[in-house]
């Protein structure tokens, strides 16, 4: 990916290392084993608050808004250069539709964090918080997404959090209110707009700064296939539950993206209206 010459965009905050003490994280209900990875896994990119499927996460009091251990240098350069991306791109597109894009802020952060939405360790992965506006996320996640996903490369991290501006482009246009709590099948069609929102993205910024190289696509690909309802069920509980998925599977997260990344409108990611998601 070519993001040496994107603007860096100013809306970073980063808060370094979030649990003091040397106390370590509280993990609500005893929550352990293969339950604690199953529950950890499913609140990958989820376009809400994650904590909720941890009852309590992390202690209030283990939770410091700043501290010492900041993000390299390196990562949180790229994170502002793709920030910035979207931030150009989602202008462009809400002034095509007559609207206004207010940009989201995003929050880098160690071990843990505090947000609008509550408490979060940072094994619940990414997450965006409607009620302030900001995105969550721990560079070690791109650790993760590389060991343990099998889904390397700079535009798969591009891609993860190019889906989480993509919530936010759901908050700003009202679709939050389109999934109920427990709604499974709305919470798969909501994330795969998600996805396909971050198709869109990559589709203008491609356009206007050419950033994509040989390979990008496939690695994007890649990890919307790694993070698949399906893959991942059948990684931690050997068996696939297609009821129980909140994300969609592999096959839908890359068809989404690609379906926005060809089509380049927001228009083409109405996943609510399609008969299939």
């Not at 993860?160 to 759901?170: D, L």
């Not at 994007?220 to 599977?249: E, K, Y």
Request: contains cysteine.
């Amino acid at each position: 990916m070519r993001w040496n010459d994107l603007r860096r965009s100013g809306n970073i905050e980063d808060r370094g290392r979030g649990i003091g003490g040397g106390s370590g994280m509280r993990i609500g209900g005893g929550l352990g084993g293969i339950g604690l990875i199953v529950v950890v896994v499913a609140s990958l990119f989820f376009g809400i608050d994650p904590t909720v499927l941890l009852q309590g996460g992390v202690s209030d009091q283990q939770v410091q808004s700043g501290g010492g251990g900041q993000t390299d240098a390196g990562s949180r350069d790229f994170v502002a250069a793709v920030l910035g991306s979207t931030e150009d791109t989602w202008t462009a597109l809400f002034a095509a539709r007559r609207a206004r894009y207010e940009a989201p802020r995003l929050v880098l952060f160690k071990d843990a964090v505090q947000s609008a939405c509550g408490a979060a360790p940072s094994a619940v992965g990414p997450f965006y918080c409607p009620p302030d506006q900001r995105i969550y996320l721990d560079t070690v996640f791109f650790d993760e997404l590389r060991q343990r996903f099998g889904a390397p490369g700079d535009f798969a991290q591009a891609y993860v959090i190019a889906h989480e501006v993509g919530h936010h482009v759901q908050h700003l246009l009202g679709l939050h209110s389109q999934v109920q709590r427990g709604d499974n099948a709305a919470s798969v069609r909501f994330e795969l707009q998600a996805d396909c929102f971050a198709g869109v993205w990559a589709h203008h910024a491609d356009q206007a700064r050419k950033i994509l190289e040989q390979g990008d696509i496939e690695e994007a690909l890649n990890a919307a296939s790694a993070i698949g309802d399906d893959r991942i069920q059948r990684q931690t509980q050997g068996r696939v539950v297609p009821d129980s998925f909140t994300h969609g599977s592999s096959v839908q997260r890359m068809r989404w993206f690609k379906r926005g990344l060809e089509r380049g409108s927001i228009d083409a990611c109405d996943t609510f209206a399609a008969a299939q998601p």
